[in-house]
């Protein structure tokens, strides 16, 4: 099965830096790879996500970034605010699935401090 | 705001009691997921639901007996569990996509379910 790492653990940014995430996967056939952000005491939510046919993708200060050669895609977040503090989780599809069935990363706690 | 429901927030059971978590999506998606969610941990998926039928079971003990009575609702019964299920039990719903291509999970805030 897809196997996905994720660096750092924990990362500390000052408010208004950059915070940078990186993923790798195994598996080549994999071609959807969403990032979950989850506050404390919440569920996972979708804050971007990117195919295989796609390198780039951003969302005002939210950038993903996907090299399938590579097999590694990384999370660039812009002028960091304090309420981008949360664990943020990237994650492979299965390939070829028609299903939901993603493979998660083990997650960045990611602290902003003001 | 989440679209995907689920009850109770928390439970709190002993190891001889029946109980069930509840989920409810009304985005008319067709797949809808269970994962189970330790502390500091990332998702584990557990069961999925397509078109009403059970699609995957990751090998899941028969303490948990998930149900879909409907495309909108996902049950998950619980019976005889163990102090190591306490958990953060996550609902998710997804639409099908094209052959091949997955679709976007949306998660539930969860129920947080502590067995004594």
């Known amino acids: 099965g897809e196997n996905v790492e994720q660096h750092p653990s924990t990362l500390s940014v000052q408010e208004g830096d950059s915070a940078v995430i990186k993923c790798t996967y195994s598996d080549s056939a994999s071609n959807y790879f969403p990032w979950y952000k989850q506050e404390l005491g919440k569920g996972p939510q979708l804050i971007i996500d990117i195919r295989s046919n796609v390198g780039e993708k951003k969302d005002q200060r939210i950038a993903v970034t996907l090299n399938k050669t590579a097999k590694h895609f990384s999370l660039h977040i812009t002028e960091t605010q304090p309420e981008d503090s949360a664990v943020y989780f990237c994650a492979a599809s299965e390939g070829g699935s028609t299903l939901g069935r993603l493979y998660f990363g083990r997650g960045t706690q990611l602290t902003v401090w003001p | 705001d989440t679209e995907v429901t689920q009850t109770p927030k928390h439970l709190v059971m002993g190891m001889t009691n029946k109980k069930s978590l509840k989920c409810e999506q009304h985005?008319?998606?067709?797949?809808m997921y269970w994962y189970k969610q330790k502390a500091k941990k990332p998702p584990e998926l557990m069961f999925v639901y397509s078109y009403e039928k059970l699609s995957i079971n990751e090998s899941v003990p028969s303490r948990f007996s998930p149900e879909c009575p409907n495309s909108s609702l996902l049950n998950l019964h619980l019976h005889a569990l163990q102090p190591e299920d306490s958990a953060l039990y996550l609902c998710?719903?997804?639409?099908?996509?094209?052959?091949?291509?997955?679709?976007?999970?949306?998660f539930g805030e969860g129920s947080r379910l502590t067995v004594l």
């Open positions: 998710a719903s997804s639409q099908e996509q094209a052959a091949g291509q997955t679709g976007e999970l949306f």
């Open positions: 985005m008319g998606h067709r797949a």
